[in-house]
């Protein structure tokens, strides 16, 4: 059984927002193939940060309504 975790966090400051994570795969180095003779990663890392820059000047309406 292959074990993975996923952890992410979200900051909020002024007009930036600020979202950055962590993932392991295959925590436990387990051995295993999905293609016979054909191995797969072992436990490997992945980390990662968006930026997103909030627009001040936001319309408030909606630019389509329907009824």
Same mark, same amino acid.
């Given at each position: 059984?292959?074990? %993975?975790?996923?952890?992410?966090? #979200?900051? &909020?400051?002024? !007009? +930036?927002?600020?979202?950055?994570? +962590? !993932? +392991? =795969?295959? *925590?436990? %180095?387990?051995?295993?193939?999905? *293609?016979?003779?054909?191995?797969?990663?072992? #436990?490997?890392? &992945?980390?990662? *940060? !968006?930026?997103?820059? %909030? =627009?001040?000047?936001?319309?408030? !309406?909606?630019?389509? &309504? *329907?009824?």
């Amino acid at each position: 059984t292959l074990s %993975n975790i996923y952890v992410a966090k #979200r900051f &909020k400051l002024k !007009q +930036v927002e600020l979202s950055a994570f +962590v !993932q +392991v =795969n295959n *925590i436990f %180095n387990t051995s295993y193939e999905i *293609i016979a003779w054909y191995a797969m990663p072992m #436990r490997n890392y &992945k980390t990662g *940060i !968006q930026l997103n820059f %909030n =627009n001040p000047t936001k319309i408030k !309406q909606p630019w389509l &309504k *329907i009824s």
